[in-house]
């Protein structure tokens, strides 16, 4: 069988060892080079989901297993499930847009290099996290994500961007530090060997209630900082507002689904009675950064960190639904998180394109763009509504089935998670009030319109999410059975008590 999963890591993770490998004087065209790495990683994908059976969604298919440390039992295995695949394609549709919507930063070529390379090395590391079927394989690619992040945040961005990659880090790393006790518990609790950290080794085991529990929550924080849930999502708004719009598209849009997406295919797969007892706490979290996000996101002066906590209050309800462990909930929350990488991602690309004509992302320094640039208007609105989940757009959804599967076992939590949909509605219309309607701004009055590029970068995630809004289907036959098999995890661990 072709290795397509080791492909898909290999391609971007060569084409960034490429572009840094070019001597200075042949750097002028590293835009295209990247933008081609990223189109042939797309057409994998494509083919990737073209041949991925979803009636058997639920089992690892293009499965790769090579032994890797076998002293320990690491294994070089990768294969994804319905939920990611879905993962896997939202990276590749959203990485050569990032690469788009930064084609005019960076003047000297030597810096346009170091930024277009880590971003392929980003893109490698998110296929495999998410084709990760060795635990000791997840967590290495989830730490060393961080070092393109790094130097992603750190290099490439605002007045505090190192105080916000520094911050970024410590956060990350701790919660990685406090899995890696996780994983090495883990290890001990298995039935060893050469393939010992293989999840399909590890699934089933039988453990003492404390263990299980202690290394359950080892994952879970690590996850939740990813998420990121309150109280450990104070770094996100901080590096929205410094890194680049495109660093922080790809960071929320995708690879903070490695903490959902965590939370699914480890937390809940190895630990189900674990995850039983603590999701009433989780709920209750998860309620709160509902809640909590969507009244800071009110408050935002600064549309990145608006954006930052908008996404706070959806991964709340991702999270939701995930621990209200039933069958509509679950497939709710996995297609959330493609779907809000769709929405999230659009709206930092938009707000993106308003700063590189202005310079600002402060929401007073705008006002009647919609009688300058209507198209650039009529686009914004459209990802807003997405974002507030409008019904017609992939969202709705989504978040509709996480309300109405979770509310049979958390009425109160639904009860009250349903008002962070009002608040939704008041922090993206209010902006769009003060960005685009009323009078003029001076000096706003040749404010240019979208572009072609700009244009391609924007309409094909507003052109998705309206596929998905009507023909959900598409996605949601991915996630359907392992969204089953998740659940009678949990059932069955409770049916045996």
Known sequence: MFPILTVMVAVPAVGAALLWALPAGARARVREIALAVTAVELVLAIVLFAQFDTAAAATFQFSETYAWIPQIGASWALGVNGIGLLMIVLAAILTPLAIL????EDEAEDRRTHY????????????GI??????????????AMLIPLYFLIGSFGGVQRRYAAVKFLLYSLAGGLIMLVGVVALYFQGPGGDQAFLTDNLTGLTMSTTAERLIFLAFFLAFAIKAPMVPVHTWLPTVAENARPGTTALLVAVLDKIGT??????????????????????????VISVIYGALLAI????????????????????????????????EGAALYMFNHGLSTGALFFAVGFLIER???????????????VPVFAGTFLI?????????????????????IGAFSVAKTAVIVSSIGVV???????LTYQKVFTGPTREGLEATRELSVRERVVLWPLVILMLILGFLPGIALDTVREPSADYVSAVVAEEAGE
């Not at 277009?116 to 296929?127: K, R």
């Not at 295919?265 to 989780?282: E, Y």
């Not at 930052?308 to 709340?316: E, I």
């Not at 990802?383 to 989940?389: M, T």
């Open 116 to 127: 277009l390379a880590l971003i392929l090395l980003s893109q490698a590391f998110m296929v």
């Open 299 to 330: 408050g935002q002066t600064n549309m990145l960190r608006l954006v930052s906590f908008t996404s706070v209050s959806h991964f709340g309800i991702m999270v939701l639904g995930i621990f209200a462990f039933t069958q509509t909930s679950i």
């Open 423 to 429: 608040l939704a509605a008041l922090y993206i219309l």
């Open 130 to 143: 998410f084709a990760a079927r060795d635990v000791f394989l997840f967590y290495v690619l989830f730490e």
């Open 261 to 286: 997406f965590g939370m699914l295919t480890l937390g809940i797969a190895l630990f189900p009675d674990a995850a039983r007892w603590a999701a009433p706490a989780i709920i209750i979290f998860a």
């Open 358 to 372: 202005y310079g600002s992302a402060n929401v007073s320094d705008y006002g009647g763009l919609q009688k300058v």
């Open 101 to 104: 919507a930064a084609w005019k």
């Open 383 to 403: 990802i807003g509504l997405s974002a507030l989940a409008l019904p017609g757009l992939s969202p709705f959804v989504s978040e509709i089935m996480v309300l």
